[in-house]
Each structure stands twice: as C-alpha cells, then as structure tokens.
C-alpha cells in the first residue's frame, strides 16, 4: 500500500522526486531550489540526490527564468520552473504570454513546450507586501496557458505529475497556506482528469465553490452551515483554465445557488467567470444570482489585516446567507 | 582566439581601410576596433586575429546568397506596396551580415532570428516562400523550428535571446557540440531580457553566439539613443568577449562569426558579435525615414554596399565572369516570380484554423467555442446570407 | 468656436499638445514619440514644439519606459508613456502592476503617481502577431489602477485630458483601428466625468455595451436591428476600472437584456465581470442570462483570420437575437 | 577622477593588506583592484584615486552610526524570532556599505533603498521605529519619501533601480545637483531592470549612483550564481564607470561613494559601487545558511568585520575614550529599548484601513466595497459575534 498521510509540502516534493527519477528530460530550475531546497522546502533534497544538472539554481531574474525554460523546453527538455513567491512572476509576465502560451500557435502546433511553472499563491502566512497574492486570473485570461491549483495533498502530488506530463504549459499554484496541512496519499492510485472539478462535500441547498486555499475554508463554512441546518454542496474547482463547467452545473441545477470563494480580488477573478458562464447555462435554474466573496479592489494589505482582507469562514458565511435569502 | 576590449569611448572608431599597403603592413596591421577583411573598393586586408581562405567558387556562393535574399526581400517589400497586408522590415544592406553568420554555422548548429533574417533562413535552407505567410497574414509563422534548426521568428524583440540560452544550456547538458546563434538588433539590445540572456548564458557557460545587428537605427531612433559606447563592448561586464565586424563585409562577418562559433562550442561560453552595418530601406512599409534621417547618410552607406563591395572583390580577383552574372540575373528573376506567384497562390486559411493549436493537449473551452462557431456558421448556411451586415 | 470635425488621431495629437501647454511638468516619453511621432503618428510634431527634453525617445525598452516615468513622478512630474503596441506592453508588466498600481497605497497616501499610460490596442488593421490584442482585463483585475478606453473623437481628447490630470496612474487604451476615424470635437466644451458610462444610442428592447473599438460595431448593430423593428439601447463603457455600473443597471432594469461585446477574450474579460455584477443587480429584472461576445480563447489569429475572430457586426447581431430568444 | 577598469577574470582578486608600509610605498602603492583605506587590523592605507581627511570626531560619529545600526537589526531580528510576524532580511556585516555611503551623501540627494537598508535610512534621518512597520505587518512602509529624501523600501528585487533612474533624470530636467542613489544586492543585479536601469541613466547622462552591495550572498546563491567576473565590471560596457571598494571599510565606502555622487553631480552621467561585503547572519528569520555555507566561511568574514575595524582604528589613534565606548552602549540599550517598546504598542490599523489610499482620487468600487464590508462589521455589531466560526 502506497497511501501514507503527508503534509502537501512533502506530497509536492514527492511528486516532483518522482518525476525526476522517471523521466530524464525533467528538470527543476529556480532561485535557491538546490542546496536549500526552495524557500519553502519543497524541493528539499531533489538537488543531492539528481545533480545539479537537473536541479538548478538560477541567477535572480524572473523572466530569465521562464525565458530559459522555454528554450530547454525545445531542446526537449521539461522544466519545472519555480517562481518563489506569486508576487515575482511579473517580471516574467511578458515571456509566460508572450511566449510560453504563443509559440504553440505560432508553429501551428510543430513546436510544443510542456514547461510547468510553480507558484506558491494565496495570503494567510503573515508576510511582508508580494508574498500573499493570488494572480490566476491573469493567467487565465491568456489562450495557451492551463492553470490549476490543488486544494489538499493527494491532489498536489497527482495533478503535480499530471502537470508535468503534459504537453502544454502548465501554471501549477500552490496555496502556501496549506502546505503544512496533511492529508492522505495515494502514490499508486489512479488520478481523475486533471482539469475535473470534484464534490468534495455533498450538499442540497447551495453550491459553494472554491480553489487552492479557500477548499479549507469552505469546508470549514459547510460544517458550520450545516449546524444552523443548510446543506452547502463543496466543488473544489481544481482548475481554473480550462474550468469544470459541466460540474458546476450539475451541482446548481440541482442545488439552484452558486457561491464562489476566492482570495484574489472580486473584481475581475475567476468568480466573474463562473458567474457569467453559470448564469448563461443555469439561467432558469438559478433561485438567486450567483454571489462571489473575495479579496478586495486594494493592493494585498499588510499582515495584521490579511484576516480582514481574505474570505474567511465568516465572510463566506455572510456571502452563504446572502444567496439564500433570495 | 584573442578578442580586443578596449576603453569605453563616446563616438566608435572607424576602421581604416586603407587603399594600398605593403606586405609588412599586411602581416601585422594595428589592430582596428572593427573587424574588416573587405575593403568597401573590395580589395582584401588582413587582420591579426581573423584568417579567410576562399576558394573562387565560395565567392560566388556568398555572393550569389546576397543578390538573391535582396531580391527576396525586395519583392516581398513590393508587394506589400502593392496593397498585400502585413507589414516586414527590410533588411536592405544587411545582406553581409546574414549571409556571413549564416554561411558560418553548421547545420548540427541552431539558429534564433529576430523577424527578418531571411537571408539567415536561406543559408539554412527555409523554403523562401515559408517565410511569406507571416507578412501576408494567413499565419504567425508555422515552419518546423527543427527542419532546419531554424527558429520562428520573434517579434517582441529580445525575448528570442532567453530561448536561445536556454537552448544552449540543453545542448551542453546533451553534450553535444552544437553552437547556438542568437540575433537581435542595436535597439533589442537595450531590453532586459537581452541583459538576462547574456547573465544565464555566462553563468551556466552556454554555448551561445549573442550576434547583434547594428545597423545603426531603431525605427527611427540611433543606436546612440540605446548606448553610448559600441555595443560589442557589453559583454565584457558579463565576463564573456565581445567583437565588433564590419557588418557590411561578407568575408569579415564569416571568418569572425566561425571563429565565435568555434569558441561558444569548445566550451568557452558565449560571445558576442557586433555586426556594423546600415539599414538601407525604410524599417518597414509604412514607416518615413525622411523625418528622421538625412539623405548624405545614406549615400555614405550606399558606397560601402555589401554586394557592391563583394562584386568588386569578384571582379578584381577574376573569380566570376559575365555568364555568372548574367545566369545570376536570371535566377534571380525566377525567383521573384516563384515568389509573386507563391504570394498570389497562397490560400487564405479556413475560419475554423482559430481553434486550431492553441493547445496541444485540448482545452474544453475551446471545444466548446469550436462547436458555437460551428454552429454559428452553420446558421449562415441555413437562412442565407446572415444578416449581410458585414464590414464594420 | 472650438468645434471642429477631426480624427481621433489629431484629437489625441491635440489634447497632447494642450497638456504639454499648460503644464510644464507634463511628459511625453516612449519609442519613436520624437522626431517620427509615434509609427501612429500620434506624437506628430510635438518634440519639435516643445523640444527633446518634454517629448523623450526613451531606449527600446518597456520597462525601463514605465520605471523611469515611475520615477520621474516622484520628482514631481506627469509623464504620459506611450507603448508602441498593445503587445508590447507585457514587459513593462511588473513595473505597472508591483510598483505603479502600489506605490500610492505602500506609501499610504504619501506618494502620488500621476502616470499615464498610452496603448494603442485592438485589431482589424491586418497586422502581424503582438499588433492587434485587447489586454485590458490584465489591468482591471490590479487594483490601483484606472483603466479607460474612448469610443470616438470627442472623448478621445477629453478623456486624455482628464487622465493626464488624475492624480492617479491611468491606462488609456486607444482603439487604433478607429485613429482615422472622423467626428466632431468642441475642445472648449464641459466633458463629463471620466469614469462615466455614456448611452450613445436610446433603445428599450436590450442594452448593448461596448468600449473602444466595438462601440463603432454596436452603433451599426442597433442600427441594422432597427431595421429589423428590434430597438437597442448602445452603452459606451468608456471606462473599465472603475466600471459605471448604475448606468448600465438603470439600463438593464428598463429593457430587462444585456449584451456585452468587447474584442478581448471572453474569457476572464471584462464581460464576466459585468455579467456577475449587472446579474446581482438586477436579478428579478433579467429576462435573459447577460450575454458576451467577443474574441475567442485563442492567441489572437493572423490578419486573414482577424474578421472570424473579431466580434463583427454578425457576431453580435446573433448574440443579440440569442439574448432576445429568451 | 579616474576609475580603475580591469578585463574580466574569474575570480575577484583580494586586495593585499600590508601590516608595515614606507612612507614611499605609502605615497604610490599599486593600484588594487578594490578600494580600502583601512585594513581589518585598523590601519590606515593610502589609495591614489580617493583621499579621505577625517577628525577623531567624525570616526567617532561613524562608528556609533555603526554601532547604532547593528544594534537596531539585532532588535528587529529577535522580536521576530521571538513571535513577531514579518519577516526582514538581517544586514549584520554590512554596516560599514551602509554608513560609509549614507554619509557620503547630503541632504538635497535622494536615495532608493532596496529592502533593508536600515542604516542608510538612519543617516537620512528616518525615524528608526517607522521602518518596523512593515516587519511588524502594520503597513508596507508608509513613510513620507520626502521628508528625508528616503524613498520607501521596495521588496521585489532590481526595481528600484529604473525608479532612482527616473527621478535622476527629473533631477537633470530641474538643473538641480542633486545625487541620486539607488541601493541594490549582488543577487538584483541579475534582474532586467537593473540593466535597463543602466542602459537609459548611460543615455540620459542621470546622475545616479548605482550602489551595489554585493554581500556574497542572495539568500542561498553565491554571487558566481550571478555574474563569473566581478560586478563592478559591469558598467563599462554601459558606458560608465565602475569601481569595487571594501564594503566593510567605512572610510573607503564613504571616500569612493562621495566621489561617485560628486562624478554624477558634475554632469558626468551614472556610476557604479560595488561594495565587497558580506551578509554575517541569516538572510531572514526561516532562513537556514548551514544548508549552503560553512562556519570557515563566516569566521574569515568574522576577521574583517566592519565595526571591529573601525574601533581597532580608533583605538589606534586614540580617537576615543573608554567613556565614548560606555556611552555609546548605554545609548545601544537606550535605543533597543525604546524599539522594544515601539514594537509593542504598534497599534494595529483598523479594518477599514483596507479602503484607504489604494487611489488618490478614488474609485467607486472602492466605494462600494468600504460600504458593503462596513454594513457586514455593522452586522456582528447587531448579532453578536456572527456565526463565530473565524479561525480556518
Ligand atoms: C518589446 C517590443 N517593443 C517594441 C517593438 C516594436 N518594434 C519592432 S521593430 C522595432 C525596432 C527594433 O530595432 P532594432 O532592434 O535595432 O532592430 P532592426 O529593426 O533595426 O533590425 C520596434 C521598436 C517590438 N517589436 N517589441
Ligand atoms: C523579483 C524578485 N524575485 C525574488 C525575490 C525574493 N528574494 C528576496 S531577497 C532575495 C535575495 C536577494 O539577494 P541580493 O540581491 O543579493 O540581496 P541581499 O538580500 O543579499 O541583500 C530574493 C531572491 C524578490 N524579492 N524579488
Ligand atoms: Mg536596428
Ligand atoms: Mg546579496
């Protein structure tokens, strides 16, 4: 038996410990990946163990980074590049969708770069500014880019293996919040779709969806509804491009109310989407309008009011009794 | 192989081309900041640090290469004036410069343009006419990167200098001896992944030949306004060397861009070449240069032609004769045939290519809008025109 | 009288040239904004009015463009940058998104940054890759910034104006396939507020809104539904960040539709976000799903594609008869 | 002025620390790759280009800035090891860089720290406890850049350095003689920004400062991980000059950096310091250097630590008294203290304070969130605590 309850940051570097001894061609690059196996940890040993010459720590340049990956990647290479923390991927914006979600496209399909880049995402640790944010949605937006972010650890190890086996490239966002949150993992089980939604509690009275960090807290927000006597059905979105939609629905036509969490900013997230495309398909279906509950139109705040600022329980609650007073 | 650095300086030194010299002179020349073997009059000079041995023939080759990429390149701009959509630089008078690195690497070697080096892709061999679709709109680009170990060409300029180190940084992990070549121009040289390129390429050793076209403008701004020393002497902070060729000089720009290669694929890391060279046309079809520079510079660079230079080299040396020329002539016609032709020729791409290639793997979205644009087409076919109101 | 019929090119060239008069602090920096005047022309003839040191032909670099007007800001000046193209500006994306959207909130007001920022954006002038993309829903999502884009002439140099007078960094889009468009501008008018949506066209049978380059498309929309006896109601967005939304939900509550065309991707667009919003607000008055059309999730095509990819007149017709279906 | 410009080399080579010198050897001593006026022992060493008068006084008041700075980071670092939240790189080592070049600077120029340059930020004047906000996670800094011509800690890495270029280039447009100073680490200088920071202060002629500390280290990334030849280098192929000093010899950072500011003041266009130091403690709290380094490392730098130099010389010279030395501790404690005490009645900001300053001239989203997340506090305030579930 593979299974073994783990922390996600162990399920991450066990992923990624095996997909370097599987595959030749796999490399991890990135700022202090090696010998200190990352900020966080989680490429802990990887370098010891395969050689500096596929685990690489890299001069400090972001888009040199990625930049780099790319061309290992046409070599035939496949890089995991790590970005140490969500608010230094800027710099390399320009070479993720410039780049790395065109150059597919561009060679009509000859050229293929199956390049994963880590994020560590979300708030919730008590940093210093560009250290909690939560970009996906300006992934998202990008054709050629595919974005998922796992919410426990059996998932960050699976959808880490599958991220890297696949031919596109993968922005792969890892709620730090929860790495030291363990679960159970199955190592010799067999994963669903990457990109599938999951009903991670079932429910009747409304969907509540959530990604990466906010699955605890919505979790968490059932137990509790399910006190005051309402059924919250809990989809762990898993990916945000391509989206589930075919789930969602499936939960709100039967449920007729979509709440979605997230600690990016409302205004323009991943909540706005689900929303459009929710409504459209579920439209006499929907008893109320699907709420969203989020970060707010404001820079990521310091650290004593990141509770203020991130959805938590209560605030989904709040959102939760909002849809069902309609 | 030695590389000269010297002392920033504010305006760069002209090479001296001297009319006639002695033998002594010949064997130990001082060394110019430039590297020239060809003398605009096409006389050839030698240079302590950089020999050519050519035979007749190779003169022709190198020549030939030349008259017909500024043919190509003429035409293609002639069409575009023509109404054709899209718009692609000129590479008018930088022929030198890319015929003499793309002459020099070897075909195990790999190349990353910028987005108009066809006279780099015809030394490697692209199918002119692949070249095409990308300024007439009905692609991005699409030739296989690996037929010819010729990338696509990079628009956004600089960024193609990342991929090249890092496709460099592959090859010495394959061991292989393969010798990579990055292009960009004077004005990418100021982007800062052009900085970062040079910073992973020196770090990790890659075997990356950076070779930067300066032909003295960036659209419409000098090469003044990206640096005020030459830009050859950069690379020397990144603790790689660093050369400046007379760009114009089909000869010089082969034997230094060779010897660069040599030195990035025995281990030695990268380097970086200078081409010193002059866009001769406008930067592309809609673009004026008679607001931004003046006529008597032009002139000066007229005389200093690459083909010019290389013909009068042919004919001092007596290594072509009239029939060459004239069967050159010819080639030269059918080929700007082929090309008005393949132009003319060329299919529009069905509307359904959109949701093509955007992944590799799938996406349900884009399923999912394939199929409403399906749909939506086939309402078209159903009850006629549409609405007919197309053309806003 | 100041009225005069010009295009929105010589509105922008002319609002330029006002700024520049009447404050010496203000800049105009960017590739080829001197002697050429911009490769749109834009910039046409005022380095030689007002000479190298206010109108800068900056290093070809966007980064270096943004950081140093970043700077120059700090030191008490108001630089208006231009980025050539709308693809070109993802370089320059850390500088805009980590340091020109926060600085204001890092210093806790202490700071101002009264930056503009100028991109030609949008499609259908048959151009290669990188000329032609509509990233506005990239800015949105940042808060700190205030995104704008005009439809026509007028607003074209009013809305210049105001933004080069905010105290806060503005994205203004400009529709560069409606440069060469003509209308009539009175620059000794009283131009509404920046931010506000404007209803260019009355209607009551659904409300249709565009920005940029589709408002031009969704006038002739409503003029070709007329003719079908469908009355359409045409909303200029004008603003993306802050979005008006009592405007448009003063319109949804009478014609009980909603439309929504832009050129960028639907996905994760500012469609989603209008459709989430309006939805909520009007719940109980929408007889249909808010819908989008737009471009598709695909890197934006060669120009022989660029009319399929483009919601066209057809396009949005169709959208609107699905919308009036329900 | 002239600066030393060397061709690239692998390794940096040490500058010879010479125990007994003639007064001859004094006057002319070879030119050494780094600047020092002052060896780990405390001696004075002449260097030809940079000449430092100082009185017994000011070394005392260079050395209590020292003091003064370590003392301050040694706080900031056992509060957070102590429970405190945020996270702040520690300078321990670097005192000298920071004090010898925030003194070399006046009042009128302005500097761009990168993230932890306490001691600058006390030669400027800055209250010492508004720098814990951010540590403390009250704000993101927060301070008013203008009062002491600060500007406000910038955390991501290089950017700071086209900031500090664009406001060097208002400097210029205001014909003002300000310096501009922008700090960065050996680890940013990889960055693009740094190098088009380069790039457009070359071509402006800015006068800016381009402060390096290369402290050897950027968190686990020996500085070889960024650059095979040494940092200072860099500049010449910019344009500019460049010069490497000891980093831990106050009086040679604060000779060569006010001769740098008086170079960019002059109208001579940017220069770059490259101060040779060392990060004596972790790079932050959850930092861990016996992953990637070792004690013999740490001890040799433990030898030229840069407060130990400075006392040696004022030992040496008889700068100071045994009181200077009780005083001195005596206002360390006072100070620590007194940043003890400010941490613990930080306030922290109110909720709402979300809403505040992410514009200047307001948002109505802004608006509406304010007023939406008002009425759900004003909820509890009716209900009680709300569900009571906070804590996920
Ligand atoms: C990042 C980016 N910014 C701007 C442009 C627009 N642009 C295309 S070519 C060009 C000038 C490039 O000059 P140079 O590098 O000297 O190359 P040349 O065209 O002279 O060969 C510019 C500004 C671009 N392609 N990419
Ligand atoms: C763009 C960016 N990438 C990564 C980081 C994370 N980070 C913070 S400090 C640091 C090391 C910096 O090294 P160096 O520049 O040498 O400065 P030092 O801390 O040694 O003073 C890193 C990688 C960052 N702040 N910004
Ligand atoms: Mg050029
Ligand atoms: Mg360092």
């Known amino acids: 038996m593979a299974a073994e309850r783990m922390a996600m940051a162990k399920a991450l570097n066990s992923s990624l410990r095996k997909a370097l001894e599987s595959d030749p061609k796999v490399l991890v690059m990135g700022e202090d990946v090696g010998k200190l196996g990352g900020v966080f940890r989680i490429t802990d040993g990887l370098q010891k163990d395969f050689g500096e010459d596929r685990v690489i720590d890299t001069p400090l340049a972001e888009s040199g980074i990625i930049g780099t990956a790319i061309g290992l990647a046409l070599r035939g290479y496949r890089p995991i590049a790590e970005i140490q923390f969500d608010g230094f991927v800027y710099p390399a914006y320009d070479q993720i969708v410039t780049q790395l979600a065109k150059m597919h496209a561009r060679s009509l399909g000859k050229v293929k770069l199956p390049v994963v880049v880590r994020i560590p995402f979300g708030g919730g640790i008590g940093a210093v500014e560009h250290h909690s944010e939560s970009p996906e949605a300006l992934f998202a937006h990008v054709a050629g880019l595919k974005i998922v972010a796992p919410g426990n650890p059996a998932d960050a190890y699976w959808m880490l293996q599958q991220a890297i086996e696949c031919d596109d490239p993968v922005i792969f966002f890892e709620p730090k919040a929860r790495y030291w949150d363990k679960g159970e993992v199955d190592t010799a089980g067999i994963p669903g779709p990457l990109h599938a939604a999951k009903v991670v509690r079932p429910g009747t009275d409304l969907t509540l969806v959530a990604y990466g960090p906010t699955v605890k807290t919505a979790l968490a927000a059932a137990v509790a509804a399910e006190e005051d006597g309402v059924s919250l059905e809990v989809i762990d979105l898993r990916s945000v491009s391509p989206i589930d939609f075919d789930t969602l629905q499936w939960s709100v036509e039967k449920t007729g109310r979509l709440v979605v969490a997230h600690e990016a900013p409302v205004f323009f997230g991943a909540g706005a989407e689900v929303a459009a495309r929710i409504t459209e398909r579920c439209f006499y279906h929907l008893q109320a309008p699907v709420l969203r509950v989020g970060g707010f139109h404001a820079p990521y705040p310091p650290a004593r009011l990141e509770e203020e600022y991130l959805p938590g329980l209560d605030r989904v609650l709040e959102c939760v009794d909002r849809a069902l007073a309609y | ?392």
Chains 1, 3 share one sequence.
């Open chain 2, 1 to 392: 192989m030695t590389v000269e650095r010297t002392a920033p300086r504010a305006k760069p030194r002209r090479a001296a081309t001297k009319k006639t010299t002695t033998a002594a002179a010949r064997k130990r020349p001082p060394r110019p900041e430039m590297v020239q073997l060809l003398t605009p009059e096409g006389e050839r000079v030698e240079h302590p640090d950089y020999a050519l041995e050519t035979t007749p023939g190779q003169l022709r080759g190198l020549y030939r290469d030349m008259v017909l990429t500024r043919r190509f390149d003429a035409e293609a701009t002639a069409l575009e004036r023509g109404g054709e959509r899209g718009r692609g630089p000129s590479l008018r008078g930088q022929e030198a410069a890319e015929i003499g690195s793309g002459r020099a690497v070897r075909d195990v070697d790999y190349v990353f343009p910028t987005s108009g080096e066809h006279g780099v892709a015809w030394c490697r061999g692209v199918e002119p006419t692949l070249l095409l679709g990308m300024f007439r709109g009905v692609n991005h680009g699409g030739w296989d990167p690996n037929s010819n170990n010729f990338h696509l060409y990079t628009i956004v300029i600089g960024s193609q200098a990342l991929h090249a180190t890092g496709y460099a940084m592959g090859v010495a992990k394959d061991g292989s001896d393969s010798a990579v070549v990055a292009y960009f121009g004077d004005g990418a040289s100021s982007q800062g992944d052009v900085a970062e390129a040079f910073t992973f390429a020196a770090v990790y050793n890659a075997p990356v030949v950076f070779f930067c076209q300066n032909n003295q403008w960036a659209i419409s701004e000098p090469t003044e306004r990206q640096s005020r020393v030459p830009l050859y002497q950069r690379a020397a902070g990144y603790g790689f060397p660093g050369v400046r060729v007379d760009g114009n000089d089909v000869l010089a720009v082969l034997a230094v861009t060779r010897a660069a290669a040599e030195h990035v694929r025995t281990g030695q890391g990268p380097m970086l070449v200078e081409a010193y060279t002059y866009r001769m046309g406008a930067h592309t079809t809609s673009d004026d240069p008679t607001r931004y520079r003046r006529d008597e510079e032009l002139e000066v660079w007229e005389a200093k032609d690459p083909i010019l230079r290389l013909r009068r080299c042919l004919e001092r040396e007596d290594a072509a004769d009239e029939a060459f020329f004239a069967d050159l002539e010819r080639e030269s016609d059918t080929m700007a045939r082929r090309v008005r032709e393949a132009i003319r020729t060329m299919p529009d791409p069905d509307g359904m290519a959109i949701f093509e290639h955007t992944y590799a793997d799938g996406h349900t979205l884009v399923d999912e809008e394939r199929a409403g644009y399906a749909a939506y087409l086939a309402g078209f076919a159903d009850h006629g025109a549409g609405h007919g109101h197309e053309g806003v």
